[in-house]
């Protein structure tokens, strides 16, 4: 009855029907719904590894060192169990190998032609030392790495295992190939593009039925992270910086490229930035250093550490080898708000929900903005707990049930505690909290009730609550001035700027006060990845004029109501206190002239983005690309196959992309010229 109702009013054309028809039986186990406001995500793969230390010791050496910790007489019980446990999956690893040189070998002898013979040999030759033994070339580095990253890849359910500091990790073997003349620059970028090329085979995401709608065929969510500083506060901008981003191009895979820049970032990095972006390569994402490494020691972090960080997918960040499987837990946003003006109920289009959170009061008993704020926070502060106990069962379960050997021998604290990750074993961990769908929807659906219902007067919040129950049929003149009011956050007004701060400052404030099983903190993230899209396929008319089934914002972008171009976005995100935050993303559409074909018009958009970071912004990733070319890959997709965006946080190819995210994308503003 509801889907006939909501078909008549012409509210989906018909697509609900074939949405709920298409939904699939069972899910994918990523993550666990606790009330229509709060999920938790329930992988165990989310993470960086220490990649560097078998490359330069081998896993018989690594092994060697936990066969000496099993030799003593004093272990406790679960702590021998846990040292086995790293034994045996060095074993597979070396066993795993070996079977894989085999195999190489095997197709060498087969092979008549010369030149394929020769390379299956060298192929050959790399798996016959490594990863058993020390990398001793730029090669072999690569060859070693990939080994580690599908056996750890392959062992955990749900994965995101970013790649790390690859220009970092693999620096001191390229570096000697280059200087003892066994390697040439082209020779080592085309072993980079291989690796990037393999990385994104190993995100394919092939969802079924109508969810593949909302979604995509690669998830460029692996991050590489380049540049940034030392551990020492050095840039740590090299050689393979460059080529990294060179291979990047050249590939035109969909692997997140992950910049880190600080102060005294190179101007031919920003330059080689710009030029990527121009032409169209928006598999590159920006982080600021001195706000990530500020967060991060904020949240417990030495500061050697922080400054070591890496992104995992889209943004969040860790210290790589240091931390173990991080969750990541949402509150939806706006779904809170709709629960606050319910008095416990939720609002769907698939129906009410009724106890789905705490009763707050009836919207009459709000007589002035802060008592509807008040029982909104009460919402919050419920949710937030109801996910403190979901993700305490999950944790105390993987640590008893499901633990994680071949991240932990990937950890190395955990030898020197004798404790896999899921019991605490790492340096640090984390419970992401994402505050998802949306902040812009949320800021901009709570200061027009503020405003245009408390303080103007404009209509009552009954009023507005009917408007909203009706998908704003029949409220035109309602709906027009909640749209046309002047103030939108996303375009620098200090009002509205100050209120947003002012409003994540309290989530962040909450967020703190909680731990995780292993006593690590609970801290707050700002992405959407594809939620957005199908959360509001599902949802109901918001207070901030967006009507039912539409995308929410994606990220932590404002919701295409920008009208003074980056700048005011700029600013408006960066009135956000990214201090205590550790992930985010900044979705922006610009058009190629907003960064220019010479290069003192990349100068003013490098200058632009400086200004930004010193504003305190965190993350930004721009989608470069104009409307004209996103409609035409919707009509001829084969002309148009390497065409990157950025969705939630993550790259993707266009014209992989379902119907409904292509249309989000579109519908994003377009910002051209600076």
Same mark, same amino acid.
């Given at each position: 009855?509801i889907?006939?109702?909501?078909?008549?009013?012409n509210?989906?054309?018909?697509?609900?029907?074939?949405?709920?028809?298409?939904?699939p039986?069972?899910?994918?186990?990523?993550i666990?719904l606790?009330?229509?406001?709060?999920?938790?995500?329930t992988?165990?793969?989310?993470i960086?590894?220490?990649?560097?230390?078998?490359l330069?010791?081998?896993?018989?050496?690594?092994?060697?060192?936990?066969?000496?910790?099993l030799?003593?007489?004093?272990?406790?019980?679960?702590?021998?169990?846990?040292?086995?446990?790293l034994?045996i999956?060095?074993?597979?690893?070396?066993?795993?190998?070996?079977?894989?040189?085999?195999?190489?070998?095997?197709?060498?002898?087969?092979?008549?032609?010369p030149?394929?013979?020769?390379n299956?040999?060298t192929?050959?030759?790399?798996?016959?030392?490594?990863p058993?033994?020390?990398a001793?070339?730029?090669?072999?580095?690569?060859?070693?790495f990939?080994?580690?990253?599908?056996?750890?890849?392959?062992?955990v359910?749900?994965?995101?295992h970013g790649?790390?500091?690859?220009?970092?990790?693999?620096?001191?073997?390229?570096?000697r190939?280059?200087?003892?003349k066994?390697?040439?620059?082209d020779?080592?970028?085309?072993?980079?593009?291989?690796?990037?090329?393999?990385?994104?085979?190993?995100?394919?995401?092939?969802?079924?039925?109508?969810?593949?709608d909302?979604s995509?065929?690669?998830?460029?969510?692996?991050?590489?992270?380049i540049?940034?500083?030392t551990?020492?506060?050095?840039?740590?901008?090299n050689?393979?910086?460059?080529l990294?981003l060179?291979?990047?191009?050249?590939?035109?895979?969909?692997i997140n490229i992950?910049?880190?820049v600080?102060?005294?970032?190179?101007?031919?990095?920003?330059?080689?930035i710009?030029?990527l972006?121009?032409?169209?390569?928006?598999?590159?994402s920006?982080?600021?250093?001195d706000?990530?490494?500020?967060?991060?020691v904020?949240?417990g972090?030495?500061?050697?550490?922080?400054r070591?960080?890496?992104?995992?997918s889209?943004?969040?960040?860790?210290?790589?080898g240091?931390?173990?499987?991080?969750g990541?837990?949402?509150?939806?946003?706006?779904?809170?708000?709709?629960?606050?003006l319910?008095n416990g109920?939720?609002?769907?289009?698939l129906?009410?929900?009724?106890?789905?959170?705490?009763?707050?009061?009836?919207?009459?008993?709000?007589?002035?903005f802060?008592?509807?704020?008040?029982?909104f926070?009460?919402?919050?502060?419920?949710?937030?707990?109801?996910?403190?106990?979901?993700?305490d069962i999950?944790?105390?379960?993987?640590a008893?049930?499901?633990?994680?050997p071949?991240i932990?021998?990937f950890?190395? +604290?955990? #030898?020197? &505690?004798?404790? $896999?990750?899921?019991?605490? /074993?790492? @340096?640090?961990?984390v =419970?992401? *909290?994402?505050l998802?769908?949306?902040?812009?929807n949320l800021?901009?659906?709570?200061?027009v009730?503020?405003?245009?219902v408390?303080?103007?007067?404009?209509?009552?919040? +009954?009023? #507005?609550? &009917?408007a909203? $129950?009706?998908?704003?049929? /029949?409220? @035109?003149?309602?709906? =027009?001035k *909640?749209?046309?009011?002047?103030?939108?956050?996303g375009n620098?007004?200090?009002?509205?700027?100050?209120?947003?701060?002012?409003?994540?400052?309290?989530?962040?404030?909450?967020?703190?006060?909680? &731990?995780?099983?292993?006593?690590?903190?609970?801290?707050?993230?700002?992405?959407?990845?594809i939620?957005?899209?199908i959360s509001?396929?599902?949802?109901?008319?918001?207070?901030?004029?967006?009507?039912?089934?539409?995308?929410?914002?994606?990220?932590?972008?404002?919701?295409?109501?920008?009208?003074?171009?980056?700048?005011?976005?700029f600013?408006?995100?960066?009135?956000?206190?990214f201090?205590?935050?550790l992930?985010?993303?900044?979705?922006?559409?610009?058009?190629p002239?907003?960064?220019?074909?010479?290069?003192?018009?990349?100068?003013?958009w490098?200058?632009?983005?400086?200004?930004?970071?010193?504003?305190?912004?965190?993350?930004?990733?721009p989608?470069?690309?104009?409307?004209?070319?996103?409609?035409?890959a919707?009509?001829?997709?084969?002309a148009?196959?390497?065409?990157?965006?950025?969705?939630?946080?993550?790259?993707v190819?266009?014209?992989?992309?379902?119907?409904?995210?292509?249309?989000?994308?579109?519908?994003?503003?377009?910002?051209?010229?600076?």
């Open positions: 009855e889907i006939k109702k909501l078909e008549s009013e509210v989906f054309a018909g697509n609900l029907k074939a949405f709920l028809d298409a939904m039986t069972s899910s994918s186990g990523g666990a606790l009330s229509p406001s709060a999920a938790i995500g992988w165990q793969g989310h960086v590894i220490d990649n560097e230390t078998v330069h010791k081998g896993i018989i050496a690594m092994r060697e060192s936990v066969q000496k910790e030799s003593c007489d004093n272990l406790k019980k679960e702590e021998r169990d846990f040292l086995t446990s034994d999956a060095y074993e597979g690893i070396l066993i795993y190998a070996g079977r894989l040189g085999e195999a190489i070998r095997n197709k060498a002898e087969a092979e008549h032609d030149a394929k013979k020769k299956y040999m192929m050959f030759e790399a798996v016959s030392r490594v058993a033994y020390p001793e070339t730029f090669y072999q580095a690569v060859q070693s990939w080994i580690i990253k599908t056996v750890v890849g392959l062992s359910p749900f994965n995101a790649l790390g500091r690859l220009d970092q990790i693999f620096y001191p073997f390229y570096s190939d280059i200087e003892n066994t390697i040439t620059r020779e080592a970028r085309e072993i980079l593009e291989e690796l990037l090329i393999k990385s994104m085979s190993h995100n394919m995401r092939p969802y079924s039925n109508y969810i593949s909302f995509h065929r690669f998830d460029g969510s692996e991050a590489v992270t540049g940034g500083l551990g020492d506060g050095r840039d740590a901008t050689e393979l910086t460059y990294i060179e291979a990047a191009y050249r590939s035109k895979t969909v992950v910049v880190r600080h102060k005294n970032t190179p101007d031919e990095l920003h330059l080689l710009s030029d972006l121009y032409n169209k390569i928006s598999n590159v920006i982080l600021n250093d706000v990530c490494i500020k967060a991060l904020n949240y972090y030495i500061l050697e550490d922080a070591e960080y890496a992104a995992i889209c943004a969040d960040i860790c210290t790589p240091k931390s173990g499987a991080i990541a837990s949402s509150i939806l946003l706006c779904n809170l708000l709709d629960t606050t319910r109920m939720s609002a769907t289009l129906g009410d929900i009724s106890d789905a959170g705490l009763k707050t009061g009836e919207i009459l008993t709000f007589k002035t802060d008592d509807l704020l008040t029982a926070f009460k919402q919050f502060v419920y949710t937030l707990t109801l996910i403190d106990k979901g993700v999950r944790d105390r379960v993987y008893a049930q499901l633990p994680a071949l932990s021998a950890t190395p +604290s955990t #030898l020197r &505690k004798k404790k $896999d990750v899921t019991a605490g /074993g790492e @340096d640090y961990n =419970e992401f *909290i994402i998802m769908n949306s902040i812009a800021v901009d659906s709570l200061f009730i503020k405003q245009l408390f303080e103007e007067k404009c209509f009552s919040l +009954s009023e #507005l609550c &009917k909203i $129950d009706n998908n704003y049929h /029949g409220y @035109d003149e309602l709906h =027009e *909640i749209v046309n009011y002047h103030m939108k956050w620098g007004h200090p009002v509205i700027d100050q209120f947003a701060q002012e409003i994540t400052s309290r989530f962040v404030d909450e967020i703190k006060k909680h &731990k995780n099983f292993r006593g690590g903190p609970f801290v707050p993230s700002i992405v959407s990845m939620t957005h899209t509001g396929r599902l949802g109901i008319a918001t207070p901030d004029g967006r009507k039912a089934a539409r995308p929410y914002a994606a990220g932590c972008s404002p919701y295409n109501v920008e009208k003074s171009g980056p700048t005011g976005v600013r408006s995100v960066a009135a956000l206190d201090n205590n935050i992930e985010c993303s900044l979705n922006i559409k610009l058009h002239s907003s960064i220019g074909k010479n290069i003192e018009s990349r100068k003013k490098i200058s632009l983005l400086k200004t930004y970071c010193n504003l305190g912004g965190m993350q930004l990733q989608t470069i690309v104009s409307h004209q070319d996103l409609l035409a919707q009509k001829d997709p084969s148009y196959s390497d065409l990157i965006v950025k969705v939630g946080g993550y790259s190819y266009f014209t992989e992309l379902g119907r409904e995210l292509q249309e989000e994308i579109i519908s994003r503003t377009e910002h051209s010229g600076l």
